[in-house]
């Protein structure tokens, strides 16, 4: 993937990447870069659909979580059926991305 999808990963993370990808182009693989920007539009239905689903997962339990986890099964919970029907449908919309 384009290097630009991984600006928000931690350095350790980039460098794995990039020495990964040098491995497998020692091992005869000719890598080259494939745009996967319009993974960004689904990451945003995915993060609400996951929160939804731990919610309803761990319904009754949430003071057990570090506040930033109950925070997120708190928003989760509180995320519509309605709501969660329109983001399930919104991938769909996305391009398909042939290799």
């Given at each position: 993937m384009d290097e630009n999808f991984l600006n928000d990963c931690d350095a350790e993370i980039v460098a794995g990447f990039r020495a990964a990808v040098q491995e497998l182009e020692s091992l005869g693989l000719n890598a080259k870069p494939v745009d996967?920007?319009?993974?960004?539009?689904?990451?945003?239905?995915?993060?609400?659909?996951?929160a939804w689903e731990a919610a309803r997962i761990h319904a009754g339990n949430f003071e057990h979580f570090q506040p930033?986890?109950?925070?997120?099964?708190?928003?989760?919970?509180?995320?519509?059926?309605?709501?969660?029907?329109?983001?399930?449908?919104?991938?769909?919309?996305?391009?398909r991305q042939n290799g």
């Amino acid at each position: 993937m384009d290097e630009n999808f991984l600006n928000d990963c931690d350095a350790e993370i980039v460098a794995g990447f990039r020495a990964a990808v040098q491995e497998l182009e020692s091992l005869g693989l000719n890598a080259k870069p494939v745009d996967v920007s319009w993974w960004s539009e689904a990451l945003i239905s995915f993060a609400p659909i996951q929160a939804w689903e731990a919610a309803r997962i761990h319904a009754g339990n949430f003071e057990h979580f570090q506040p930033a986890i109950r925070e997120r099964l708190e928003w989760g919970a509180g995320i519509t059926t309605a709501e969660i029907i329109a983001l399930r449908v919104a991938p769909r919309r996305l391009p398909r991305q042939n290799g």
